[in-house]
């Protein structure tokens, strides 16, 4: 004889909005604490599948903490009714919950919320549950593969490398007296050295933040632009050469070390930082404020009231760099005249 | 036997005479010599002195414009005053200036009429006899005998060249022949028996043109000498020729043939371990014309430097090239009060030559003026012309010019460019 059960298609059923539980959809049982920084910065996750808790100083607690002014057996999170509940077991220096501002510590038990943030001792923790929501993604801007190429070991080094030849070059030029190979080496050394502190400090201080410094990568964007600025320094000095008095290109020229700049000091923080793009923005742009700013009010409080010497633009480059045609004398002249004018006007002035 | 007593009378009459005309002439001349002082108001204590004579018996006393300089310049700070041969002090107006010849006339109250000096109709002639009177540094009154050596060569503004130690203090203070009649002035010396004094006729054309209309203003009296005398000095340097001169053998330039104006040549050719050859030529009006103590004005000065590089890159040679362009300045120093700030504009200029050459030169041109503020239609000009056309030699040409107009500044400046060209 043949028996077979025959087991029952379930039946499909839908919950109607009445028969959803009040508490949140998902089961709360698992839970996760990280140890955080004032700051909130994580220093370690804990993630666990267990109704009880146990946190303190003592070997036996589910989290071990080592600040000396939680108790041994500080407190403890249990799963009650489909809530975590905090108690803490009378301990010496308290359990506050950051979020409200009493100093007072908890004296009954506290449902702990997604989020939370426990101060206990000298230390905080925060609760999370598994549906804790996270921030969107963030997409790779188009920087990223720069800053790949840039911070490949080999491109640092050329990077470095060019611009102690450019270092070498300066002092070249300035010798006044004969070609003095070693003097030339020292030099140029000494001046990397000195322009490696920028992206070295920078590394520094997002180390000491929390981020990942990213050595590499600050130091080979940092000297591609310091060879970018020569550049454009040349290019400043190329104008000068070929510009008369009075040119919009040689305004506009001084622009670019000043764009440069931002761009630098952008690009180290994005290396270096998280942090939303507006502040990342105003921050470059303050850095870059203060730099030339402050450069710009030192000149001017050094000017004397009364400058007895001409001021002229005195740049001159070899043959190669002429570029630009020449006025005859007639034209000069009567440039010239125009200038009487102003020194007649400045001196009826006072 | 007589005739040898009235030889031995006659020499030592002779002797005796000669030494008795310096003291006579102290004597008779002490009552209308001065000792001119300039009270800062504010003090009370004499901030410069000098030496003057009375020219008039109504009270004109001449002196050195240098003497009362600051009086000119800032009337409400000092006051000029006198001091008498016999210890009197009184105030003195000033009446009228030669900035250019280095003279003042002030006038002092008179009761009655005075003795005065009276001037020559006459120049002396070389190696006569001459003495120079005043008052150096606050000693009293003294005479130096020296000898008339003529019209000192080469200067733009006569001065008579006076063999005698005539010292600081005395300036002002007039020089006079045997006859006690006024051929020139005190003005400078070059120390060791070197000193220059103003001829008389100068002081004869300032006393004339002050009786015939007094000026209204010093200032603009001043003002108006200044121009004039621009006005001659750039005629004459511009209508001049311009010889056409080898630098170094591989440049042209300009040397202008007046005599007022002298060069002098140097180079670093010695200097074996200099990076790059030297060779200069710059040319300068020696004199110019005193406004006040740190405000000179009416100079020129010229230089051509020529330089090759000895074993360097182009770019080392015009970096180093660049160094030795950018400090050009001005000769005087002038200061806040004087001029306005200097005015620049630069360029690339490609001259037509007129120099004695086919080659052309590429030059980065700058020039600069200031104005003057009490003197409207004075400036100073400053010009500089940098070669850029050759890889290891370069060519600069520089003057400034101070104290004159626009109009001379910039027919000047045309012509000099026009000037300098490669050989």
Redesign the interface.
């Given at each position: 004889m043949e028996v077979t059960n025959k087991i029952p298609e379930p039946e499909a059923f839908e919950l109607s909005a009445e028969q959803v539980p009040s508490t949140s959809f998902t089961d709360h049982n698992e839970i996760i604490i990280e140890e955080v920084t004032r700051n909130h910065k994580l220093l370690h996750r804990h993630r666990l599948k267990q109704n009880n808790v146990s946190i303190g100083r003592d070997y036996n607690n589910d989290i071990i903490l080592t600040d000396p002014h939680i108790c041994p057996q500080h407190l403890s999170l249990n799963y009650v009714q489909g809530a975590w509940q905090l108690a803490d077991n009378n301990s010496v220096n308290g359990t506050t919950l950051e979020s409200e501002n009493t100093k007072q510590s908890l004296s009954e038990q506290r449902t702990v919320n997604d989020g939370d943030v426990i101060v206990l001792g000298k230390s905080q923790l925060r609760i999370l549950f598994s549906d804790h929501k996270v921030a969107e993604t963030v997409a790779f801007s188009p920087f990223e593969s720069l800053i790949d190429i840039v911070r490949n070991p080999i491109a640092v080094f050329i990077s470095i490398a060019l611009f102690m030849l450019i270092a070498a070059n300066i002092s070249y030029l300035n010798q006044q007296t004969a070609i003095n190979i070693s003097q030339i080496f020292v030099s140029a050394f000494s001046m990397s050295l000195l322009f490696a502190l920028w992206p070295a400090g920078v590394a520094l201080v997002s180390h000491l933040t929390k981020h990942d410094p990213r050595v590499l990568a600050q130091l080979g964007i940092s000297f591609s632009f310091f060879i970018l600025m020569w550049l454009s320094d040349l290019l400043e000095k190329v104008i000068s050469f070929n510009s008369a008095s009075n040119s919009m290109l040689g305004i506009a020229i001084t622009l670019l070390p000043i764009a440069l700049a931002f761009s630098l000091f952008w690009l180290n923080s994005y290396i270096g930082f998280h942090m939303p793009a507006k502040r990342r923005l105003f921050i470059a742009f303050a850095i870059t404020s203060l730099l030339f700013g402050g450069s710009y009010l030192l000149q001017y409080s050094k000017k004397p009231e009364f400058n007895p010497h001409p001021s002229y633009n005195s740049t001159i480059m070899a043959p190669p760099f002429l570029l630009a045609p020449s006025s005859n004398v007639d034209e000069f002249v009567e440039q010239s005249n125009k200038l009487f004018d102003k020194a007649s006007k400045a001196a009826q002035a006072d | 036997m007589k005739s040898l007593f009235a030889i031995f009378f006659m020499l030592l009459s002779s002797a005796i005479f000669a030494k008795e005309s310096a003291e006579e002439i102290f004597a008779q001349l002490t009552p209308s010599l001065y000792q001119i002082k300039l009270i800062d108001k504010a003090s009370g204590e004499k901030s410069s002195i000098g030496s003057a004579f009375q020219i008039s018996a109504d009270g004109i006393i001449a002196t050195n414009y240098h003497v009362i300089s600051s009086y000119a310049r800032h009337p409400e700070k000092y006051r000029i005053e006198y001091l008498d041969h016999l210890g009197n002090t009184a105030q003195v107006s000033l009446v009228s200036v030669d900035v250019i010849n280095d003279l003042a006339l002030v006038k002092r109250q008179v009761s009655k009429d005075m003795p005065f000096f009276s001037l020559s109709d006459k120049k002396p002639s070389k190696g006569e006899q001459l003495f120079a009177l005043g008052n150096p540094h606050d000693l009293g009154m003294i005479v130096v005998p020296g000898t008339y050596n003529g019209l000192k060569k080469e200067s733009f503004n006569e001065r008579i060249h006076f063999t005698g130690s005539i010292n600081s203090g005395m300036s002002g203070g007039p020089v006079v022949n045997k006859l006690e009649q006024v051929v020139g002035i005190n003005v400078a010396t070059s120390g060791n028996q070197i000193g220059f004094l103003v001829p008389h006729e100068k002081l004869v054309n300032l006393f004339d043109s002050y009786l015939a209309s007094p000026p209204a203003d010093i200032k603009q009296q001043m003002a108006a000498q200044l121009l004039a005398n621009q006005e001659k000095l750039m005629n004459a340097l511009i209508n001049s020729t311009w010889q056409s001169k080898e630098l170094a053998g591989n440049a042209m330039f300009p040397l202008i043939d007046v005599p007022f104006i002298r060069c002098w040549g140097d180079s670093n050719a010695d200097k074996t371990?200099a990076?790059i050859l030297a060779a200069v030529a710059s040319c300068s009006l020696d004199e110019n014309t005193y406004i006040s103590s740190h405000f000179f004005t009416g100079s020129v000065e010229i230089e051509f430097r020529y330089m090759q590089a000895k074993d360097l890159s182009?770019?080392?040679?015009?970096?180093?090239?660049?160094q030795q362009?950018?400090?050009?300045?001005?000769g005087n120093?002038?200061?806040?009060d004087d001029?306005?700030?200097?005015?620049?504009?630069?360029?690339?200029?490609?001259?037509?030559s007129t120099a004695n050459t086919s080659q052309e030169i590429?030059?980065?041109?700058?020039?600069?003026?200031?104005?003057?503020?009490d003197f409207?239609q004075l400036?100073d000009v400053?010009y500089?012309g940098?070669s850029?056309?050759?890889?290891q030699q370069a060519l600069v040409s520089h003057f400034t010019l101070a104290g004159v107009s626009?109009e001379n500044a910039?027919t000047f400046?045309?012509k000099f460019?026009?000037a300098v060209s490669w050989k």
């Open positions: - | 371990d990076l182009d770019n080392k040679f015009y970096h180093l090239y660049q362009i950018s400090r050009a300045g001005a120093r002038a200061g806040k001029v306005s700030e200097y005015q620049c504009h630069h360029d690339l200029v490609m001259p037509e590429n030059n980065k041109s700058v020039f600069c003026t200031r104005a003057y503020k409207p400036f400053l500089l940098a850029i056309d050759k890889d626009q910039m400046t045309g460019i026009e």
